[in-house]
Each structure stands twice: as structure tokens, then as C-alpha cells.
């Protein structure tokens, strides 16, 4: 059975519950993003031993998934991802616990294919026919593949000068795709007047509930593989930050159905990139949400989000955690992408490279021990960011120069 219940507004507001039944996208009262919520104390008969034999994608946890009596999801085999023990590079930090949660083996090969398949499984039985949303380009990839598995038409807004691999993955899928001038924001008022009363399905960050549900399978995911431990850190590349929030939202959840013991959660680190941080910079101001970033650029296009709806949730995590937020720099992030390559053998976009360049930052300042058990989350695969390796060099100021800013 599934112990999917109602949504309710993720701030102070409170509202709801609203029925999920129903089309919902962001809170009516507070215009902020609404989030999933289930019967907890039913679920206490849920047992971790029921996960023995299950299929291995994040849809092993259906149970505490956007599922109503009859829903079918849509899945490409996304989730429950490796956990892989990096021995040697964490030798070169010398750390004896360092493990790398790979998302780049996903489905168009980064974690966004967890958010995706859970939104668009719930756009298909809310009856949608075509789903839209901006994207710096893994999202849009996800969006368009699982639109194309569901059925659905897809509309896709992005960047002008997005990446042209993710451009014509996009197209591969059968997804029109519209190229904008600006950034991620600006796509995504490009496609909300693009699709005014045309009935399309919004699947963009945190607009609609579920994308986040989908995401959240990561931190069930790191405690199954951690025999239902979690780890002392968690060190995660953060744009629209909904990894981040879903990841706290399920440890919430397993302590409150009793899979894992409360009080006993990782400090989570926000990365960011040093020309788009609105998450470090409120952070280190105690503001409780983000001020836009001007003139963003990075050759990260996954950072390249100068304001994150759920901001406030992301703050909330990071300082609930005891965690901390970082900027990186474009050099160093490139540089460690090449160095999770060089030593494990593992594909990193650069989002993952700043994952590793936090982490050597958090070592030098004696923040993460020795013998501290550390999560890096490399979120995508670095095949579509090869143009970044030409010049592993590559400065602030060629980053601008790339973006036109």
C-alpha cells in the first residue's frame, strides 16, 4: 500500500491539505511550494525488511512515493544509483570514509531523472498531455525522455547559450525545445507566457510538489546502502536545491516511521559556484531567504541558478544540520572533476568537481575528521561538459566570457 495522504504548504503559512487528486501547483495563500505528506504513523508497519527482493530503482520505497490506488509509474530504471567507497582519492585527503554517490548512472545520466519520473508520473494520471518547464539542460533531458515514455508532449525552455549537447538530447526525445536569451529565470517567464491557458503541466523546480519526492529517494537510498546508518556529511551541488530538501525531508520521515534513529543526521554543505551563490551569501548573512544573484555565470550549468524558490528550505536544512555553504571557484571545480576521474574512474560534471573542492576546503579547516563518513554526490556525468576540459585552466573570467555576461 502507499501512505501518499495530501499536500500542504512547505512555509509558515501551513495551508492545505489539499487534495492530490487534484491539480496543485504552488501554494494559493503564500504563492510558496507545497510539499507531499503521508500517514506516518500508519507507516510505522511499513518494514525495511519488505525491500529485500525489490526491483533496485528509487520505486523500491513506493510505499512513501506520490502514489494513489491505481497510479502506474513511469520509470526508465532511475535510482538506487551506487554508493561507491573512494578509497583512493580519499587517501589523497586522507580520509578513510569518503564514498561517492554516483547519479551520473541514471537515466540520461544525472539525478534529475528521479525528480522527473515522479512528476510526470503524477502529470500522467492528473490526466496532463503536455509538460513544460525552463532548465539549465539535465532537467530538460529527464523532462523530455520521460514525457516520451508517458506519452506526453514536451516543452522546453532553455538559456540560449545552454550547452548544445543538452539542446539536442532534448530534441532526441522528441521534446520541442525554445531557446531564450538570459538565464534559467528568464526561460521560465518565457515559458509560463508561452503556455498561458494552454493547459500545460508545469514540472519546473519546486513549482509543482513532486519532483522533490522523487529526489528525497536519495536519502532512503544512502541509508539502505549505509545498513540504515547515515553518514557525518553530506556534500551537495546546489541550484534549485530540491536533492537537498528531499534528502532532509526523508530522513525526517524514516525517523519518524522508525528505519533510522532520530537526532543522528548529517551535516549537509550547500555548493555553490563562486559567480552564482545567493545560498552561500544568505547563509553567511543569517538571512532566511535568498537575494537574486546579478550577472550569474559558471560553467556549471546545473549552479547556474541565480534564484532558488525553495531557498528557504534549503537554508532550514543546512542550518537545522549543523552544515555550512561554500562557493568554488570555475578552475578548482574543473580541476577536481578531472581528479574523480583521474582516481576512481568515475564520469563527474563539474558540478561534482565542486562537491570534491568543498570537501578538500572543509579538510584544510579541520571541519571534517579523519574518520568522518563523507558523501560526495556527483549529480550528472561529465559527457556533456567536455568542452570544459579543453581548458582545465579555465578561469572566472573565460566563464563570464562564455556565458555573455
Known amino acids: 500500500m502507499a ?45 525495511r525488511d519488505s525491500l529485500v527482493g525489490r526491483e533496485p530503482t528509487m520505486w523500491r520505497y513506493r510505499e512513501m512515493m506520490p502514489l494513489l490506488p491505481g497510479d502506474v509509474p513511469v520509470s526508465l530504471g532511475e535510482g538506487f544509483t551506487p554508493l561507491r567507497h573512494a578509497e583512493r582519492l580519499g587517501q589523497s585527503l586522507g580520509l578513510s570514509r569518503l564514498f561517492i554517490k554516483d547519479e551520473s548512472l541514471n537515466p540520461t545520466t544525472s539525478f534529475k531523472a528521479r525528480g522527473q519520473s515522479a512528476a510526470i508520473t ?16 539535465n532537467a530538460g533531458n529527464a523532462a523530455a525522455a520521460f514525457a516520451a515514455a508517458a506519452g506526453l ?29 538570459g538565464l534559467i529565470t528568464d526561460a521560465g517567464r518565457a515559458a509560463a507566457e508561452a503556455g498561458r491557458g494552454l493547459g500545460w503541466y508545469d514540472v519546473s523546480t519546486l513549482k509543482e510538489p513532486y519532483r522533490v519526492e522523487g529526489k528525497k529517494t536519495m536519502g532512503y537510498e544512502l541509508a539502505e ?19 537537498l530538501v528531499g534528502m532532509w525531508k526523508a530522513f525526517a520521515e524514516m525517523e519518524a516511521i522508525g528505519w533510522i534513529t532520530p537526532g ?9 559556484a563562486s559567480g552564482c ?42 542550518r537545522e544540520s ?27 560534471a563539474p558540478e561534482g568537481g565542486a562537491s570534491l573542492s568543498a570537501i578538500r576546503a572543509l579538510v584544510n579547516d579541520g571541519r571534517i575528521g579523519a574518520n568522518d563518513t563523507v558523501v560526495l554526490f556527483n549529480t550528472g556525468g561529465a559527457l556533456k ?11 572566472e573570467t573565460s566563464a563570464i566570457e562564455r556565458s555573455g555576461d
Open 122 to 137: 503524477r502529470a500522467k494520471a492528473l490526466g496532463a498531455t503536455t509538460i513544460a518547464l525552463p532548465t539549465a539542460g
Open 264 to 272: 543522528r543526521r548529517p551535516k549537509m554543505v550547500s555548493v555553490q
Open 3 to 47: 501512505y501518499f495522504t495530501h499536500l500542504e504548504c512547505a512555509s509558515i503559512c501551513g495551508a492545505g491539505p489539499f487534495d492530490p487528486r487534484e491539480r496543485h501547483f504552488l501554494c494559493p495563500s503564500c504563492g510558496l511550494p507545497l510539499l507531499a505528506r503521508y500517514d506516518l504513523t500508519a507507516a510505522r508497519a511499513w518494514s
Open 322 to 348: 549543523g552544515g555550512t555553504a561554500l562557493a568554488i571557484d570555475d578552475s578548482e571545480m574543473v580541476r577536481d572533476m578531472l581528479e574523480i576521474g583521474r582516481l576512481e574512474g568515475i564520469s563527474a
Open 385 to 395: 561538459y567536455l568542452d570544459v576540459l579543453k581548458d582545465p585552466s579555465m578561469t
Open 277 to 318: 551563490a545567493p545560498i552561500v551569501r544568505a547563509f553567511e548573512t543569517g538571512a532566511e531567504k535568498a537575494a537574486p544573484w546579478e550577472n550569474a555565470h559558471t560553467s556549471a550549468d546545473g549552479l547556474r541558478v541565480p534564484k532558488a524558490i525553495g531557498d528557504f528550505l534549503i537554508l532550514q536544512a543546512v
Open 225 to 243: 546502502q549505509l545498513e540504515w546508518t547515515l553518514p557525518d556529511w553530506i556534500i551537495y551541488p546546489t541550484g534549485g536545491g530540491t536533492g
Open 153 to 181: 508532449a514536451c516543452q522546453v525552455f532553455m538559456p540560449r547559450d545552454a550547452k548544445q549537447p543538452f539542446i539536442d538530447e532534448c530534441r532526441l526525445y522528441g521534446a520541442t525545445v525554445t531557446l531564450v536569451d
